[in-house]
């Protein structure tokens, strides 16, 4: 008997997944922890001209050129400042590495399949594709983006022409 409910516990434990939670403002976000390289506070970057607004340029990292997005412009939030709190989350997107700023990060969750629900449809005005989810703990509301679907394969095209 112990062993078929330790072997189903191992099953239920096998399906959650880790997340690196992130904050733009008020709203907390989650990416996989998998996709994640690492943590680094923001530093200034190499502009690159005529690049879209939402890549603030480009960083040497170790000899690897990595372009810096601006989650907040991507996801047209209002600016502020950058500051202490302010970190670069260097991820792995469909083979590039790309640092995402973003406002902080706070903590690592780990969601069973039954805390995570369907991204919710907005229609035209405002694109759900990158959202794989909505996490759902206590009181908390965790938006879980698809890090390989947030850059459409347009823009990265343009992040890998920037990193050249």
């Known amino acids: 008997m112990n062993q078929l409910k330790d072997a189903t516990l191992a099953a239920a434990e096998a399906h959650n997944r880790e997340f690196l939670v992130f904050s733009l403002g008020d709203e907390e976000y989650a990416v996989d922890i998998l996709k994640v390289q690492?943590?680094?506070?923001?530093?200034?970057?190499?502009r690159i001209a005529n690049a879209p607004d939402f890549i603030k340029g480009v960083?040497?990292?170790?000899?690897?050129?990595?372009?810096?997005?601006?989650?907040?412009?991507?996801f047209h939030l209002d600016k502020v400042e950058y500051?202490?709190?302010?970190?670069?989350?260097?991820?792995?997107?469909?083979?590039?590495?790309?640092?995402?700023?973003?406002?902080?990060?706070s903590d690592v969750m780990t969601l069973s399949p039954?805390?995570?629900?369907?991204?919710?449809?907005f229609g035209v005005?405002?694109?759900s594709d990158?959202?794989?989810?909505?996490?759902s703990l206590e009181d908390r509301m965790l938006v879980i983006v698809d890090i390989d679907k947030l850059l459409?394969?347009?823009?990265?095209?343009?992040?890998e022409r920037v990193a050249e």
């Open 38 to 46: 690492e943590i680094r506070g923001y530093e200034n970057v190499t």
């Open 59 to 74: 960083t040497n990292l170790r000899g690897v050129i990595v372009p810096i997005v601006d989650l907040r412009i991507k």
């Open 83 to 105: 500051g202490g709190q302010t970190v670069v989350i260097v991820v792995n997107v469909e083979d590039r590495v790309v640092g995402i700023v973003v406002d902080g990060v």
């Open 114 to 121: 039954d805390q995570i629900k369907p991204a919710p449809e």
């Open 125 to 127: 005005t405002l694109s």
């Open 130 to 135: 990158f959202l794989s989810g909505l996490g």
């Open 152 to 159: 459409t394969s347009d823009e990265m095209e343009l992040v």
